[in-house]
């Protein structure tokens, strides 16, 4: 989002040649969203990206309660359908339907 606010504060800023524009936008893509992100250090097994999830969940709990309610809905859910051996497609899709 803040990403967004401030390319539309620079677009217009980023002069008339086509090339400089896109020179100007590249610049502008690094620096606010691949720079930041280059010296993070990121979960790369599936050990390490669930305890990375959890940490990221047990924050948003503190933070909004109605999380915690939500999360045991899905831990419900999830629990039901593995008990009753059924079989969906993944994902959200899969869910609703």
Known sequence: ????????EVLDTLGEEQV???EAAHQLI???LVEPVEHLNLPTSLVEHNTYENQQMTTLELERPLVR???RVATC????????RMEYPQGVEGTWT
């Open 1 to 8: 989002m803040e990403f967004l606010l401030v390319a539309e």
């Open 20 to 22: 400089v524009r896109q």
């Open 30 to 32: 690094y620096d606010a």
């Open 69 to 71: 309610q939500c999360k």
């Open 77 to 84: 859910w999830f629990r039901w359908v593995e008990s009753q």
